[in-house]
């Protein structure tokens, strides 16, 4: 069963497990034209939103690396770039900023995102929906 | 609406902050799920409770383990206010008795459903780790305003906060 990311026009996203890509345009269409209706999201009551983009992975994108695990060749040269990044004008390197980077390298969700529409997931997504599913009203 | 920190957490403090051992550490990123069982005050979730599809003593029972239906695990990065969903800037409170040191992460959102998951009915939700449902380490977990209970379409938002006092 694949996973979706699902952005909505506020920039917000929620990941999203469907049976396959039919059931997801499905559920997805029906919250995206509550939005262009002015309906409630859900049960809270809270505004539905519009959906920009939707996101296909294979798998849960947080599931990056889930063991946190490097082979040794990678891990040397990142921890190399690492050292050099963080050496000071006197060669010196914050060893509490270096842990907290080495601990960034498994991390599964970007830190930095050039639009609010951009993917929260360093995982490549297989693919990006057309979003043509979604026009037409009920 | 009640809350309750699980042994885990408490774990992370005593031992990967305090000690620096390997015993019990944080995961590459936080995940939440949504859970069936009510925190209650002891006679439902306990300090010692785990996920788990057996709805039983005080077993933990996430929603959409039987059929999605649009359910999945939202991650919250272990980060404060980069650019996708992490924890805000924490602030801090002075009070003797209620004070400490707080946190909110991001507001995530569940779904679109596509239909009724199975379980349905989310009573509380759970900072946990991972995304296989009824399984990982369960940090803290709070009650909903309400029981919600969802269909095709529904989307559901929530916004995780810690208070370390």
């Known amino acids: 069963m694949p996973f979706y990311e699902i952005t909505y026009e506020t920039g917000r996203s929620s990941v999203a497990r469907y049976a396959d890509e039919a059931e997801a345009q499905s559920a ?3 919250h995206h034209d509550r939005a262009v209706q002015g309906l409630p999201g859900g049960p809270v009551g809270a505004p539905a939103e519009r959906v920009v983009k939707v996101r296909e992975f294979d798998k849960h994108p947080n599931d990056l690396n889930p063991d946190q695990t490097m082979s040794a060749d990678v891990l040397s040269k990142e921890l190399a770039t ?39 997931f360093v995982m490549k997504p ?13 | 609406m009640a809350t309750i920190v699980f042994q885990p957490m408490s774990q992370l403090v005593t031992d990967y902050v305090m000690g620096a051992s390997g015993t019990e550490v944080p995961p590459a990123s936080w995940t939440m799920g949504l859970s069936t069982t009510v925190v209650g005050s002891g ?14 003593g005080s077993n933990v029972n ?22 996708g969903i992490d924890w805000g800037t ?29 379980p349905n009915g989310a009573n509380s939700w759970a900072l946990t780790a991972g995304s296989t ?31 370390a006092g």
């Open chain 1, 28 to 30: 997805i269409k029906a």
């Open chain 1, 82 to 120: 690492l050292v050099k990044g963080l050496s000071d004008d006197n060669g010196v390197v914050d060893i509490s900023r270096l842990a907290v980077e080495v601990r960034a390298l498994s991390h599964p969700m970007v830190t930095h995102k050039e639009t609010s529409f951009d993917s929260n």
């Open chain 1, 126 to 138: 297989k693919q990006e929906l057309s979003l043509t599913f979604l026009e037409g009203g009920k």
């Open chain 2, 43 to 56: 006679a439902n979730m306990m300090r010692n409770s785990v996920w788990s599809v057996t709805v039983s």
């Open chain 2, 62 to 83: 996430e929603i959409g383990s039987g059929t999605a239906n649009g359910y999945a695990r939202q991650t919250i990065a272990r980060t404060i206010a980069q650019g």
């Open chain 2, 90 to 118: 924490s602030t801090f409170d002075n009070t003797f008795s209620t004070g400490g040191q707080s946190t909110a992460a991001d507001q995530v959102t569940f779904g679109a459903f596509s239909g009724a998951p199975s």
């Open chain 2, 133 to 163: 449902l009824n399984a990982g380490d369960l940090w803290f977990a709070a009650d909903t305003a309400a029981t919600r209970t969802f269909a095709n379409g529904d989307t559901e938002k929530v916004t995780a906060t810690l208070k």
